[in-house]
């Protein structure tokens, strides 16, 4: 299982870097000025660990229990860093997220990993290599919830029997 979701995770990262062809041509252009792409890839980045996402964390969930869903997560993140070995001209950042509610009463804590990807580029003006501070690519694992992927929109008594069920709305499909 371990080996499929590493072979997963770094085919994900393979086809976003391939849906970026235009940008890449022009960092190719712009890595010029500090002797190509070779110089930056000599730079080898980090993974560090930043401030965790606890903005709105399920009120059931006691604090002294945070460690146990931390250490999912820490889990999850190893599958990236098993899974991204070569760190050239990148410094991969990750958090993890424990936020919202669950979609029913006693249900589970819903929590995320966080995974971001900044890239060195080079500054044509200071004529160096400088980190970028916008990524074009990050990888979060949702458990048990959907995110952006559907939403609850309420509980609603749809069938007008006084009993209210949860309603999920998916984002609109492209065209539609």
């Not at 990524?135 to 749809?158: A, L, M, R």
């Amino acid at each position: 299982m371990k080996k499929i979701i590493t072979l997963l995770i770094g085919t994900l990262v393979a086809l976003s870097s391939f849906s970026q062809d235009k940008r890449r041509e022009n960092d190719i252009k712009m890595a010029l000025a500090c002797g190509g792409v070779e110089e930056l890839a000599k730079i080898k980045g980090t993974w560090k660990h930043v401030e965790d996402d606890l903005a709105f964390p399920d009120k059931t969930l006691p604090k002294n229990q945070y460690s146990l869903v931390y250490a999912r997560i820490d889990k999850m993140v190893q599958l990236f860093k098993d899974a991204i070995p070569d760190l050239s001209a990148t410094e991969p950042r990750w958090y993890r997220g424990i936020r919202g509610y669950p979609y029913n009463e006693n249900g589970p804590v819903p929590y995320t990993a966080n995974t971001l990807y900044f890239n060195y580029y080079c500054n044509n003006i200071q004529q160096k290599p400088i980190l970028g501070d916008e990524t074009w690519s990050w990888f979060q694992i949702f458990v048990n919830h959907y995110n952006w992927f559907c939403k609850k929109v309420d509980e609603w008594d749809i069938n007008n029997d006084g009993r209210k069920i949860v309603i999920y709305r998916l984002p609109p499909k492209v065209g539609k």
